[in-house]
C-alpha cells in the first residue's frame, strides 16, 4: 500500500512540473525575441515528463488481460 501512495506522490509531483515548464514556455514564447534553444530544451525535458507519467500512470493502473 506504501508503494501506491509512493506512486501517487510521484505523479502529482511531475504533472506538477509538466504544467510549470508548460507556462514556462508559454511565457518565454510570448515575449519575443526568446532563446530557440532553451525552448528546445524545455520542451524535451516536458516530454520526458510526460513519458514518466504515463509509466507511472501504467503502473498504478496495470492493464487487465481478459
Known amino acids: 500500500m506504501d508503494d501506491i501512495e509512493t506512486l501517487k506522490r ?7 512540473e509538466h504544467r510549470d515548464l508548460d507556462d514556462v514556455i508559454t511565457h518565454l514564447v510570448e515575449n519575443a ?5 532553451q525552448v528546445q530544451r524545455l520542451k524535451k525535458r516536458k516530454l520526458a515528463l510526460k513519458d ?6 501504467n503502473q498504478l493502473l496495470p492493464d487487465i488481460i481478459a
Do not use: H
Request: glycine share 0%.
Open 10 to 16: 510521484k505523479l502529482a509531483e511531475l504533472k506538477s
Open 33 to 37: 525575441p526568446f532563446d530557440q534553444l
Open 52 to 57: 514518466e507519467i504515463n509509466r507511472v500512470e
